[in-house]
């Protein structure tokens, strides 16, 4: 009686174990999760930011490269 008691002891012990390792695994796959998300985020909004800047100064080059020019349907009055 008493070896059984023993050994469903050790049983509740190692599903304790068991369980404790599993709660442990799943934190860091959820931390790793996070820092690969954040880690994600940023180099997307760097990347958004270096597009941003990049279309802002084609859009002022644009802008401030202004050439006058005649329209071909203008008809000099006489």
Same mark, same amino acid.
């Given at each position: 009686?008493?070896?059984?008691?023993?050994?469903?002891?050790? %049983?509740? !012990? /190692?599903?304790? @174990?068991?369980?404790?390792?599993?709660?442990?695994?799943?934190? =860091?796959?959820?931390? +790793? %999760?996070? !820092? /690969?998300?954040? @880690?994600?985020?940023?180099?997307?909004?760097?990347?958004?930011? =270096?597009?941003?800047? +990049?279309?802002?100064?084609?859009?002022?080059?644009?802008?401030?490269?202004?050439?006058?020019?005649?329209?071909?349907?203008?008809?000099?009055?006489?």
């Amino acid at each position: 009686m008493a070896s059984q008691s023993q050994g469903i002891q050790q %049983l509740l !012990q /190692a599903e304790k @174990r068991a369980a404790e390792k599993v709660a442990d695994a799943r934190k =860091r796959k959820a931390r +790793r %999760l996070k !820092q /690969a998300t954040r @880690r994600q985020v940023q180099g997307m909004q760097s990347s958004q930011q =270096r597009s941003r800047e +990049r279309v802002l100064a084609q859009l002022l080059g644009m802008v401030c490269d202004v050439r006058p020019q005649v329209h071909p349907n203008y008809r000099i009055a006489a």
